[in-house]
């Protein structure tokens, strides 16, 4: 099975530190890992808000990386810490980059992140 590895030049380290794909291209889709919105320092947002755009960010860029754009989102998965008490905003973020026809989509609440104080992941599957 063919595999490319999908690595923006900001993401090299966590490829050579954590063997963190950003993403995969196969079989016609791209398969973007898990993205938490830090921002550019790496440390988590005081806002909501700034961290959910921050991770939808990382995903474009990803996805620009591959060719695509967050057209081409089929499915998203989101895992949130504090699910009830930020899912309205989670949703207005999304809908600045996303619109109809939606994809699939899975919100899943959760305990933590692998980022101390993160309170989105957000992992999409795009078609090419």
């Not at 530190?17 to 919105?37: D, E, K, T, W, Y």
């Not at 949130?80 to 905003?89: I, N, R, S, T, Y």
Request: aromatic share 8%; glycine share 8%; hydrophobic share 45%.
């Amino acid at each position: 099975m063919a595999r490319d590895v999908i690595l923006p030049e900001q993401d090299q380290g966590s490829y050579d530190n954590f063997h963190f794909a950003p993403a995969v291209r196969s079989s016609g889709l791209v398969l973007c890992s898990g993205q938490i919105g830090t921002g550019t320092d790496g440390s988590i947002p005081d806002s909501p808000e700034e961290e959910f755009r921050n991770a939808w960010a990382a995903v474009g860029r990803i996805l620009e990386e591959a060719g695509l754009s967050y057209d081409n989102i089929v499915e998203s998965t989101t895992y949130h810490v504090g699910l009830q008490e930020h899912l309205a905003a989670f949703m207005k973020i999304r809908d600045e980059v996303i619109s109809a026809p939606w994809p699939a989509w899975t919100a899943i609440g959760i305990t933590e992140l692998a980022v101390p104080g993160a309170r989105v992941e957000v992992r999409v599957v795009a078609a090419m």
